[in-house]
């Protein structure tokens, strides 16, 4: 399975970006999907993850009530809305796959990953 992130950019803080992954593979409409992301000098981190079905959703608390995961089962796609971005934002973003329907924070949940999409928030 391959994974091509896409959607970054630079914005200035407050401003909304959306995020977009496309599966090479339809199989992945079985798997949870997340998004990470790492700044320079960090370790990378969860942002949000996707059941297969859109059921269960998780943010981490930093993100919360400012970014929006969704997903296209029909397109192979998976999305992650951002919404007043701050300069803490900047990152590289992932996307990931998970190995199975469910799953969290925990990046060895994820089987496969994209090469990421820059986003730069400037304050």
């Known amino acids: 399975v391959q994974l091509q992130a896409y959607g970054g950019g630079m914005v200035q803080a407050g401003d909304s970006l959306r995020l977009s992954c496309a599966a090479s593979r339809r199989t992945v409409s079985n798997n949870a999907m997340g998004w990470f992301r790492q700044a320079p000098g960090k370790e990378r981190e969860f942002v949000a993850s996707?059941?297969?079905?859109?059921?269960?959703?998780v943010y981490a608390d930093s993100v919360k009530g400012r970014f929006t995961i969704s997903r296209d089962n029909a397109k192979s796609t998976v999305s992650l809305q951002l919404s007043s971005l701050k300069a803490e934002d900047t990152a590289l973003y992932y996307c990931?796959?998970?190995?199975?329907?469910?799953?969290?924070?925990?990046?060895?949940?994820?089987?496969?990953w994209g090469k990421g999409t820059q986003v730069t928030v400037s304050s």
């Open positions: 990931a796959a998970a190995y199975r329907s469910l799953a969290g924070a925990d990046s060895t949940q994820y089987a496969y």
């Open positions: 996707i059941s297969w079905n859109g059921g269960r959703i």
